[in-house]
C-alpha cells in the first residue's frame, strides 16, 4: 500500500471519530514544555555546537549541556529549550536518531525541567577553578 494512501486513511479515520490532531498526536504529552532532552553528544561538541544545530527548528533560548563537576568535561547530554513549544516537536522528529560526529543523538521530550539559577552556575565554576 502506498504509505501517502495509507497516512490519508489515517486521517479519514480519525476525522470520522471526531479525534482532532492534539489528541492524536504523542507530543500533546508534552504541549507545557519548552525543553528537550539531547542524549549521546558528542564530548567535543560545545554549547555553541549544540545551538547551531537546534537552531535550524526555532529559536533557542537556552542550552544547558551538562558538565562534570570536576573536571567541567561534558558528559555527553544536555537539554535544549525553544522560545516557542512547537519547534520541540520539529526538533525530537527531524533530530532524534541523527548522527553527528559518528555518534548517534537521541532528541526527546521533556515533561519536566527545573532550570539552574544563574548564581548556581557561578559558584560551580569558582568551586571548578578554585
Sequence with gaps: MNPLRHIQNINAKEASLGISYYQASWHTR???SAYV???GIPFDLTEGDLLAVFSQYGEVVDVN????KGTGKSKGFG???YEDQRSTNLAVDNLNGAQILGRIIRVDHVTSYKKKEEGDEGT???????
Aim: aromatic fraction near 16%; avoid cysteine; glycine fraction near 10%.
Design 79 to 81: 537539554f535544549v529549550a
Design 37 to 39: 532532552f539531547v542524549g
Design 30 to 32: 508534552y504541549k507545557d
Design 65 to 68: 549541556l551538562v558538565r562534570d
Design 124 to 130: 560551580e565554576r569558582k568551586k571548578r577553578e578554585g
